[in-house]
């Protein structure tokens, strides 16, 4: 599902986050590891306000491992706690109670000396379309999907997912949109999948594709395609991976609109590697 970015769908979108926060003592923010700037929320830090987060670099397979280094040393600089994770294998998952146990454990003892009962932490995952809410939800739930029903004192049914024995997350996630900042953001989106490309030209995006690739990873584009120098022009770009792939019309003429696409998908289905569109130097300058 793509769900369109109106202004009012974006209220109500911060509207549902911000109901839920006070249930919880702690926020998952996903977002995806190959562009952990253009996937957050653009107003993630004033919808959340000062509660404890994590940042969740999701879909670090599918990631550049040095960037996301660069990346982990990033956020620790602005002092944002981050753990690099595979949603789909489970991998990096078990540092998440961890982690949360830690930032909260002062939170935690204060309530004990008080004499609060002991209970489990609170959380709930946030992040944009397709950055892997669902995904991470189920794979935390395991099978034991044990709904812990409705919290006492709590007005509003919410619904719990028991993880492990020390958290509690809320089931359905916080759904918040991504940036709309320019178009390279865009373009970013679109080639991980995070908003449809039919939003913007096929064309367009695998242009930018293969200028970034020829920047930052021209070895890849080299072997995956067969050539022995990159090509200045575009178009011959274009025609030599078009010729290739038989992304043809009548008379053998390259169809670009083809040959685009197979860019893109040859891009996510990770025959280019794993890579990382955007560097912390960028959400630095920001
Ligand atoms: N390779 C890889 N794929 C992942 C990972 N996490 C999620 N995915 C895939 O990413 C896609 C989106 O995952 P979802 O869990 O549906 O994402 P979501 O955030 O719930 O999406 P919306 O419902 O659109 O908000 C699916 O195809 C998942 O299989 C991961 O860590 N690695």
Same mark, same amino acid.
């Given at each position: 599902?793509? !769900?369109?970015?109106?202004?009012?769908?974006?209220?109500?979108?911060?509207?549902?986050?911000?109901?839920?926060?006070?249930?919880?003592?702690?926020?998952?923010?996903? =977002?995806?590891?190959?562009?952990? #700037?253009?996937?957050?929320?653009?107003?993630?830090?004033?919808?959340?306000?000062?509660?404890?987060? &994590?940042?969740?670099?999701?879909?670090?397979?599918?990631? $550049?491992?040095?960037?996301?280094?660069?990346? &982990?040393?990033?956020?620790? #600089?602005?002092?944002?706690?981050?753990?690099?994770?595979?949603? +789909? #294998?489970?991998? *990096?998952?078990? +540092?998440?109670?961890?982690?949360?146990?830690?930032?909260?454990?002062?939170?935690? $003892? +204060?309530?004990?000396?008080?004499? =609060?009962?002991?209970?489990?932490?609170?959380?709930?995952?946030? *992040? !944009?379309?397709?950055?892997?809410?669902?995904?991470?939800?189920?794979?935390?739930?395991?099978?034991? !999907?044990?709904?812990?029903?409705?919290?006492?004192?709590?007005?509003?049914?919410?619904?719990?997912? +028991?993880?492990?024995?020390?958290?509690?997350?809320?089931?359905?996630? %916080?759904?918040?949109?991504?940036?709309?900042?320019?178009?390279?953001?865009?373009?970013?989106?679109?080639?991980?999948?995070? @908003?449809?490309?039919?939003?913007?030209?096929?064309? $367009? &995006?695998?242009?930018?594709?293969?200028?970034?690739?020829?920047?930052?990873?021209?070895?890849?584009?080299?072997?995956?395609?067969?050539?022995?120098?990159?090509?200045?022009? @575009?178009?011959?770009?274009?025609? =030599? !991976? *078009?010729?290739?792939?038989?992304?043809?019309?009548? %008379? %053998?003429?390259?169809?670009?609109?083809?040959?685009?696409?197979?860019? @893109?998908?040859?891009?996510?289905?990770?025959?280019?590697?794993?890579?990382?569109?955007?560097?912390?130097?960028?959400?630095? #300058?920001?």
């Amino acid at each position: 599902m793509t !769900i369109q970015w109106f202004p009012g769908h974006m209220a109500k979108a911060r509207r549902q986050v911000t109901e839920k926060l006070k249930f919880v003592d702690i926020i998952f923010e996903l =977002v995806d590891a190959r562009i952990p #700037s253009s996937s957050r929320n653009p107003m993630i830090d004033e919808i959340i306000q000062h509660k404890p987060r &994590i940042v969740l670099l999701n879909k670090e397979d599918m990631a $550049d491992p040095i960037r996301t280094k660069e990346w &982990i040393r990033y956020f620790q #600089s602005i002092n944002i706690h981050t753990i690099p994770i595979n949603s +789909k #294998s489970g991998d *990096g998952l078990a +540092k998440i109670s961890k982690l949360a146990k830690e930032i909260l454990a002062e939170k935690f $003892d +204060k309530m004990r000396a008080k004499g =609060v009962k002991p209970r489990a932490i609170r959380a709930m995952v946030v *992040g !944009i379309p397709n950055s892997g809410k669902s995904t991470l939800i189920n794979r935390l739930a395991k099978k034991n !999907i044990a709904k812990t029903g409705n919290t006492p004192g709590v007005t509003k049914a919410q619904q719990w997912i +028991k993880v492990g024995k020390e958290i509690e997350l809320l089931d359905t996630p %916080g759904i918040l949109w991504p940036k709309f900042e320019d178009q390279e953001v865009g373009y970013k989106l679109a080639l991980t999948g995070a @908003i449809k490309d039919t939003i913007l030209n096929l064309q $367009d &995006i695998a242009v930018f594709a293969l200028r970034f690739l020829e920047k930052e990873y021209p070895e890849r584009l080299k072997e995956q395609y067969g050539f022995e120098q990159i090509p200045e022009e @575009i178009v011959e770009i274009f025609d =030599v !991976i *078009g010729a290739k792939r038989g992304c043809l019309m009548g %008379g %053998g003429i390259i169809d670009y609109d083809k040959t685009a696409e197979a860019i @893109i998908r040859d891009i996510r289905g990770e025959k280019l590697g794993k890579l990382t569109f955007e560097r912390p130097q960028v959400a630095e #300058s920001e």
